[in-house]
Structures are given as C-alpha cells and as structure tokens.
C-alpha cells in the first residue's frame, strides 16, 4: 500500500499569499496518477488536479500541480476567501486507492 | 450534467447492515467505474473500494474485506454499497465518485450512524 505524507498539517495564510502544499508517497506513483481535491465544511471533496499536473475541468488557473515519482505539490498562486479549506491527494494508480491525511488551509 | 445522487441517512444498530444507493445521470452510467469513499466525523477519506459498472468486477480495500459488498443495476443506473456487521467505528460519511482520471464527481455522501 502506498501511503501518503500531507505537509503541513495546517497552513495559515492570507488572502492573496501564494500556498504551497506537499504530498509525499512511501514508493513511485504509477504514471503520475497523482490527484488533489478541496473539500469544504459540509461538502463532498471537489477535484482539482489529476495527473499531477492537469487541471479538472472549471478549475481555476491559480491551481497548479507538479511532480513525479514519489514528490508532489500543489501550489495555489494567489489565495481567494473560497479558497480556504482542507485539501487532500491521492494516488489512483495502484490498489489500494490512497489519500493524504489532507491540509488546513486556514485564513492567518 | 453528470450527478450522483445518493440515498437518505441512515441509523442502524450494531451487527446490522446498511445498504447505500447512488444514482447516476448525465452520462453513460457503464463508462466508469464507481469508487466508494468514507469520511468519519473530523477525520480524512478513506477509499472502500471500486465496481465495474459494465461488468460488476469489484476490488475492495482489504480492510472491508468480507463486509462490503458493491453492486449494481444497470436498468435504473444506479451502484449499491452494502456494508455488513457494523460497528460504531463505521459511522461516517458515505461517498460514491465516479471513476475517471481522479474521482471526477461525487454524490452528496450519505450519513450512516451506528449506535445501540
């Protein structure tokens, strides 16, 4: 099973800082198959980046991803107040599905 | 537009099972998997496993081995989850996702509590 390591736990920003979040996996991700979501209070995550670098569809492109192998980041370039939030990756490429134990982002 | 609607809350006692719908529209309903995902009370996802639409294969994550079951009817476009045995470690937040690059979209979750 590959696990993944969230970094940090919790990140406190303010609107119009540049974010930048860390998912590390215990062994290679098979062909990027690296996603990231945003999950707000009360909600269903979202997702935002598949492929370690492609945007899902109606994301923002202040969302952007980057990263292979075992390294992966998400960096969002200018926080908007929607923004804030708990964001998750997982690994889709090989059994079992995985997920990070996600990071706060939070208004500083 | 793709949707995934899933069934009410649910309150069920230890030892009971509860099965979970997810209704899907929008799209051809065996085109993709369906993944099923939980969520605890503050806590993070936690990824159950996956069907096959099309042909009903299912892969289950070894913790539920032996308690989760996923089905499906491809009449009314609709996946089932039916967990069994259950215990107050399994009260959470239900999800199915549709399975494409990433888990695309999601129903709205389904609130199962277990509790005497």
């Known amino acids: 099973e590959i696990v993944l390591t969230q970094s940090p736990g919790t990140l406190s920003l303010s609107p119009g800082e540049r974010a930048t979040l860390s998912c590390r996996a215990s062994q290679s991700v098979s062909s990027s198959y690296l996603a990231w979501y945003q999950q707000k209070p009360g909600q269903a995550p979202r997702l935002l980046i598949y492929?370690?670098?492609s945007r899902a569809t109606g994301i923002p492109d202040r969302f952007s991803g980057s990263g292979s192998g075992t390294d992966f980041t998400l960096t969002i370039s200018r926080l908007e107040p929607e923004d804030f939030a708990v964001y998750y990756c997982q690994q889709y490429g090989s059994s079992p599905i995985t997920f990070g134990g996600g990071t706060k982002v939070e208004i500083k | 537009q793709v949707q995934l609607v899933q069934s009410g809350a649910e309150v069920k006692k230890p030892g009971a099972s509860v099965k979970v719908s997810c209704k899907a529209s929008g799209y051809t309903f065996t085109s993709y998997d369906i993944n099923w995902v939980r969520q605890a009370t503050g806590q993070g996802l936690e990824w159950m496993g996956w069907?096959?639409?099309?042909?009903?294969?299912?892969g289950y994550a070894q913790k539920f081995q032996g308690r989760v079951t996923m089905t499906r009817n491809t009449s009314i476009s609709t996946a089932y989850m039916e967990l069994s045995s259950l215990r107050s470690e399994d009260t959470a937040v239900y999800y199915c996702?549709?399975?494409?690059?990433?888990?695309?979209?999601w129903g709205q979750g389904t609130l199962v509590t277990v509790s005497s």
């Open positions: 996702a549709r399975g494409s690059y990433g888990d695309d979209y």
């Open positions: 069907m096959n639409p099309n042909s009903g294969n299912t």
């Open positions: 492929g370690a670098s």
